[in-house]
């Protein structure tokens, strides 16, 4: 399990980062989302919860008051033309795809070769769980699609002669509701099923997962597949559109996308914009609600599975289970995997019902082709980059640093190929205090940020502006359930 140092006050603080050293580098078992290792100081309760509610009424007030015309779509962005050649030079891309190719299948192989090794000592559990799934996140939301741009399956699609599109094979009816379900099932594999214990179980995943990526990309064609069939690059795309790096942002009026595509694959010429107002040019997929909703609910899932009541619960359920004569690991799967389901639904049932509340209630237009809880649904991606980081800031700062000392030993054998297989991990790289913090800002900030872009559509979309402040008062009850509920999972859930 998860080694954590829990702390309830500041002034423990001194305490707690004395621990932290001694409590992360004890090898455990497997986390249930990767790898052991994260230890978050967590925050305190009283002042920060009503901080952040009055954060976000003071903000709800703000954007009522002084945001009356839209705005984001009229941000202008600086044009860099130099940066676009040099990254959409072929060779380069084709190096950058072949790299990432060659880490994956080195990866891949780690997981079978890896012998006797514990999971954090190959390279498979680290590149999956915390570069790929956890460090993507970040990147992505500063400098656009570059997972979309250096994916790795890109060579051997074009290998087996995929072609770029293959029009018609997928229609705009399907949506996204495969990679939403690739979404669901990795979490699934990430959170509930101890996956990362069984490297030759990873090693297959991944196999499957390159099987079924290069064979969709010979049906649908690569790009059609890249942007809405690979749930990595459906998800981490979405995420690209906060950067502040891709395509001009839309003027006031114009037209969106006629369809949801990595911007990093656009011929359009890179720009530097405004953060966050890439997302207003998103025309929403079909689907995007469900996932973003499985993306919230099973980040909320894992900060509520961490809890005092729910791993006292658990054990509860389990003696009787054990009591009755049940197999106490199918139980614990199944009550894990009930709750995780359960976490999914309430998140997107949220988020479509509350969808739903503003666009009635303000008498709302929709965008072409989408609902009302789609047409807002840009603003929900901060939320979903700002969980990722309050939840793992830490787990990614801490367990990032195993990627250098695994290049050089991959396979766990003692290997040293580039110099850098004895880094270890540096505890003291970022204290307690500065972890409090960035779990309180992300969270806080996210949520903020949610408001001003529901706000702006809302004003985009209205057909009585006397009605903006009243669609959007589902929008703050809901984002300050949102907060307050992020806050106890880093709080007194794990106290």
Known sequence: MTARAHRRAPTRIGVAAASLATCLALPGAAAAHGLSGRADLPVPVGMFYWAAAATLLVSFVLLAVGWTTPRVGRHRSRPLPRLTRLLRTPGLRLAAQLASLLLFLVGTASAFLGGEARPDQVMAPVLVFVILWVGMVPIQAIFGDVWGAIHPMRPLARLVGAPEYATGRMPPRWGVHLATAGIIAFTWLELVYPTVSNLPLLGTLMVAWAVLTVAGMRWAGIETWLARGEPFAVYLGLLARIAPLGPPAPSAGAPRAADHHQEATSSAPLQL???????????????IVALLGAMIGSISYDGFSETPWFTRQLSI?????????LDVELTRLGIRSLWFVAFILAAALLLAGFGELCGRLGRLRRLPGATHPGSMAHSLLPIVVGYVIAHYFSYLVFQGQLFLSRLSDPFGRGWDLFGTAGMGVDYTVVGPETIWYVQVVSIVGAHVVALALAHDRALELAGERSRVTLSQVPMLILMLCFTLAGMWFLSEGLS
Do not use: D, K, N, S
């Open 273 to 287: 914009r405004a953060p966050f107002v890439g997302a207003a040019a998103l025309r929403p997929p079909l689907g």
């Open 317 to 325: 359920w389990l003696a009787e289970a054990q009591g009755r004569g």
